[in-house]
Nanobody, 121 residues
Framework: QVQVVESGGGSVQAGGSLRLSCTAFGYTDCRYDMSWYHQAPGKGREFVSAVGSDGSTRYADSMKGRFTVSRDNAKNTIYLQMNNLKPEDTAMYYC???????????????WGRGTQVTVSS
């Protein structure tokens, strides 16, 4: 059974930093991208950043220069280093596995349960 688990959320003041982690379990012999999304109260889920199975990275324009995503394949984990946080970054942050390929990996694109980030002014 596959699972995606986020951690590292919390409450910080504006200008502070947080580092989120997301670990994928059960993806033996699968290739997959891992992505971060966030959802603020009353809003839809929005793309934040992603790391491809080839190590390529993508960011939402509003996150460039403040957020850095990285991947540790040995640990099946990605990280989101968030610096200079703003109150508008307050949201639930979700991790997802996407573009999953592999003979035994059908249906393995899933979401985690999220980790809350709260930034106060």
């Amino acid at each position: 059974q596959v699972q995606v688990v986020e951690s590292g959320g919390g409450s910080v003041q504006a200008g502070g930093s947080l580092r989120l982690s997301c670990t994928a379990f059960g993806y033996t012999d699968c290739r997959y991208d891992m992505s971060w999304y966030h959802q603020a109260p009353g809003k839809g889920r929005e793309f934040v950043s992603a790391v491809g199975s080839d190590g390529s990275t993508r960011y939402a324009d509003s996150m460039k220069g403040r957020f850095t995503v990285s991947r540790d394949n040995a640990k099946n984990t990605i990280y989101l280093q968030m610096n200079n946080l703003k109150p508008e970054d307050t949201a639930m942050y979700y991790c997802a596995t996407e573009q999953v390929t592999g003979v035994l990996c059908r249906g393995y694109a899933i979401w985690g349960r999220g980790t809350q980030v709260t930034v106060s002014s």
